[in-house]
């Protein structure tokens, strides 16, 4: 429906503002920075895509693709790569997108391969996003830069820490966001500095690391925090939960525990315990059993 929709637009000015009356509603729209320039348009049911700048095509070239040069994009439609005919610069097709699909939101944006591209002009043409995704195949410096100019996402996702100094590192973590997920080494301080409300970490850490994180939150930090996910591989709890030392939990009742899981969408199997900071603040560890590792979902409640 969306493939149709927009090429019927292309074809005038007319048959634009009819798609455009339509008031065509979409969920998202997505950027990917790779080889090449995609925009996807996104709903419930429809899923649309837009293909710009193939790298491919200037892989001799060494300064950087000019996104404020006209260019038709691809796309595809009942089986076929069609081309749109009339050329409008990266600015342009992103306000023609937005027209037309009546979108007036923050876009998300994920960065692959992206040497090709100035990440500044990036930002100027899009503004602020509410995703950013940065893979682990983005050069440390490029990170930096993209860190650096998309500083105000309302979600981060950082496969790699690209910083070499703590205080660099640090700054990700006090970042006032709604969800991060974070994939490489982290500390306690890291921890205690996380001012996003949910927060999944993707590389394991020791018992002795999250017991003391609990003995923080107890005593108040963290007053952001409302989910937080993280995993300690098997090895590290040969011993017991060492994780609980010196915490009083308290006992759940099943229904509780059952209310929980399906709120959260946790699997039956998992178990959780109560803890209650100072304030008299409640929170959950829920501990799931994996092959090689234990899952922790720490949830406040309210």
Request: hydrophobic share 40%; charged share 20%.
């Amino acid at each position: 429906m969306f493939h149709f929709r927009f090429a019927f637009s292309l074809v005038s000015t007319k048959t634009k503002d009819l798609v455009t009356s339509l008031g065509i509603k979409t969920s998202n729209v997505d950027i990917c920075v790779s080889g090449l320039l995609c925009v996807s348009v996104i709903s419930t049911e429809n899923y649309f895509s837009l293909y710009f700048y193939d790298e491919s095509k200037y892989v001799n070239e060494l300064s950087p693709l000019d996104i404020t040069l006209p260019v038709t994009p691809s796309f595809e439609y009942q089986g076929s790569r069609m081309q749109a005919s009339t050329p409008f610069n990266f600015s342009d097709w992103i306000n023609y997108i937005r027209s037309i699909f009546c979108f007036t939101l923050p876009l998300n944006i994920c960065f692959y391969d992206c040497e090709k591209y100035e990440i500044e002009l990036l930002k100027k043409t899009i503004g602020n996003v509410n995703v950013l995704y940065v893979s682990r195949l983005v050069a440390d410096v490029m990170s930096r830069t993209i860190l650096k100019h998309f500083d105000t996402p309302c979600t981060l996702y950082l496969n790699r820490n690209p910083f070499e100094e703590a205080c660099q590192t640090q700054q990700i973590f006090i970042q006032n966001l709604q969800f991060m997920e974070y994939h490489d080494v982290y500390s306690l301080d890291d921890m205690l500095l996380v001012n996003s409300e949910n927060v999944d970490f993707c590389h394991p850490i020791s018992q002795k690391q999250f017991n003391q994180f609990l003995k923080h939150w107890i005593r108040g930090s963290n007053p952001r925090l409302q989910f937080m996910f993280l995993l300690i591989d098997k090895t590290d709890v040969t011993s017991g939960a060492m994780y609980l030392n010196g915490i009083r939990c308290m006992e759940m009742s099943e229904d509780a525990k059952q209310e929980i899981r399906q709120k959260h969408n946790l699997p039956i199997e998992v178990d959780m315990i109560e803890i209650k900071r100072k304030d008299g603040t409640s929170a959950v560890i829920a501990i799931e059993d994996t092959e090689h590792s234990f899952y922790f979902r720490f949830i406040v409640l309210h």
